[in-house]
């Protein structure tokens, strides 16, 4: 089993920057697909972006290409969500999750996930 803490959201001005982390402790990262997902005030979690394991292929949601970046330290056994250029409608609950299975590509699905960060505010203001 792997554990997940995140940190690093905060209150941030449209077209600021925020960097998230998530680190792991119990098992190293490389052997999972690691993604971000997002949770606004009356709505469904929502995925964000997700790379797969051992420095596979990265996917993003349409609505944050270009603006976030996904990266690993495994050293460190963390990973980060960069984000600039940040909108009020990026405002959420950002949370880090860790898919063990083999697949191909990535899951954009809560339920592909099996392990869960517990969550970090992120709040845009314009």
């Known amino acids: 089993q792997v554990q997940l803490v995140d940190s690093g959201g905060g209150l941030v001005q449209a077209g600021g920057s925020l960097r998230l982390s998530c680190a792991a402790s119990?098992?190293?990262?490389?052997?999972?697909?690691m993604g971000w997902f997002r949770q606004a005030p009356g709505k469904e979690r929502e995925f964000v972006v997700a790379?797969?394991?051992?420095?596979?292929?990265?996917y993003y949601a349409d609505s944050v290409k270009g603006r976030f970046t996904i990266s690993r330290d495994t050293p460190k056994n963390t990973v980060y969500l960069k984000m600039n250029s940040l909108k009020p409608e990026d405002t959420a609950v950002y949370s880090c999750?860790?898919?063990?299975?083999?697949?191909?590509?990535?899951?954009?699905?809560?339920?592909?996930?099996?392990?869960w960060g517990q969550g970090t505010q992120v709040t845009v203001s314009s």
């Open positions: 999750a860790a898919d063990g299975k083999w697949r191909v590509g990535v899951s954009t699905s809560v339920d592909g996930y099996d392990y």
């Open positions: 119990g098992r190293t990262i490389s052997t999972y697909t």
């Open positions: 790379t797969r394991r051992s420095g596979g292929s990265t």
